[in-house]
T-cell receptor, first 109, second 114 residues
């Protein structure tokens, strides 16, 4: 079967750094996406990785290791507005997205 | 620029009543269209996707159905709602852009079945 695992909830302090991990087992791999979802709102696209390595975009970075079936999202200089759920999704061999359950990130002052 | 509309934003329906949720996309042609459901605190569950007019693929057997009467219109329906149909329904679109297939989501419809 296909499986995406990520922690259910994490807590971090404003101004700090947090790393959200995602491991996956899918039938084929055509890229990994990270989305941000604020409570009651639709997900919005953050990043895409298809090759191994780190992709940096401002305060957010995403890393991929295809051999390990592993990715992480790194958030730096945390702000209160970063409190949200972060969804990991993998595109399988049929170009369909398989979604993780999301990690709820709580930022404390 | 592309935009995606969903309505209604919230809906409260009794068990056994029908359902019709509509999604329309502007600013793009021949998009892939998706219906997802998200239960509280859970991930996204793909319900239906469509690669063209009249072409619907169902991912999960249930009492829901989908139709795509026009290129940029996607409708989710049910003849008789169940309590388990409660959730946050999201419509999304995508087009192949280079190497990947980013999905863009509508604002969602929060459905409560009582």
């Amino acid at each position: 079967g296909q499986n995406i695992d990520q922690p259910t909830e994490m807590t971090a302090t404003e101004g700090a750094i947090v790393q959200i991990n995602c491991t996956y087992q899918t039938s084929g791999f055509n890229g990994l996406f990270w989305y941000q979802q604020h409570a009651g709102e639709a997900p919005t696209f953050l990043s895409y990785n298809v090759l191994d390595g780190l992709e940096e975009k401002g305060r957010f970075s995403s890393f991929l290791s295809r051999s390990k079936g592993y990715s992480y999202l790194l958030l730096k200089e945390l702000q209160m507005k970063d409190s949200a759920s972060y969804l990991c999704a993998v595109m399988d061999s049929n170009y369909q997205l398989i979604w993780g359950a999301g990690t709820k990130l709580i930022i404390k002052p | 620029s592309q935009t995606i509309h969903q309505w209604p934003a919230t809906l409260v329906q009794p068990v056994g009543s029908p359902l019709s949720l509509e999604c329309t996309v502007e600013g793009t042609s021949n998009p892939n269209l998706y219906w997802y459901r998200q239960a509280a605190g859970r991930g996204l569950q793909l319900l239906f996707y469509s690669v063209g007019i009249g072409q619907i693929s169902s991912e999960v057997p249930q009492n829901l159905s989908a139709s795509r009467p026009q290129d940029r219109q996607f409708i989710l329906s049910s003849k008789k709602l169940l309590l388990s149909d409660s959730g946050f329904y999201l419509c999304a679109w995508s087009v192949m852009a280079g190497d990947y297939n980013e999905q863009f989501f509508g604002p969602g419809t929060r459905l409560t079945v009582l």
